[in-house]
Nanobody, 126 residues
Framework: QVQLVESGGGLVQAGGSLRLSCAAS????????MGWFRQAPGKEREFVAA????????YYADSVKGRFTISRDNAKNTVYLQMNSLKPEDTALYYC???????????????????WGQGTQVTVSS
């Protein structure tokens, strides 16, 4: 069982930056691959970024590539999402998710994740 708590969301102007954090409970954090997803009102949840259990592999949605960076600190049981050059279309509720490292399937599929946080709101004003 893994519990995830996101933080770091807020209101920022276009072009600004935010860093989201996701703190995980449990001793086996390093055995989970981690992902960030987002959901805007009236839209489906969409993949943002993912990182493998070791941190050695990262994956990004085309819409955030070059602007967002995902990283993890297994010693602190935390995964981060550094968001730069934010745009109004990045406005959404951002979720952290965990999946067992042994699970196969696309990192971009929400269905492949076992645990979810409650989300943190990011609002980008124009």
């Amino acid at each position: 069982q893994v519990q995830l708590v996101e933080s770091g969301g807020g209101l920022v102007q276009a072009g600004g930056s935010l860093r989201l954090s996701c703190a995980a409970s449990g001793r086996t954090f390093s055995s989970y691959s981690m992902g960030w997803f987002r959901q805007a009102p009236g839209k489906e949840r969409e993949f943002v970024a993912a990182v493998s259990w070791s941190g050695g592999n990262t994956y990004y949605a085309d819409s955030v590539k070059g602007r967002f960076t995902i990283s993890r600190d297994n010693a602190k049981n935390t995964v981060y999402l550094q968001m730069n050059s934010l745009k109004p279309e990045d406005t959404a509720l951002y979720y952290c998710a965990a999946r067992s490292f042994s699970k196969s399937g696309a990192y971009s599929s929400p269905a492949r994740y076992d645990y979810w946080g409650q989300g943190t709101q990011v609002t980008v004003s124009s």
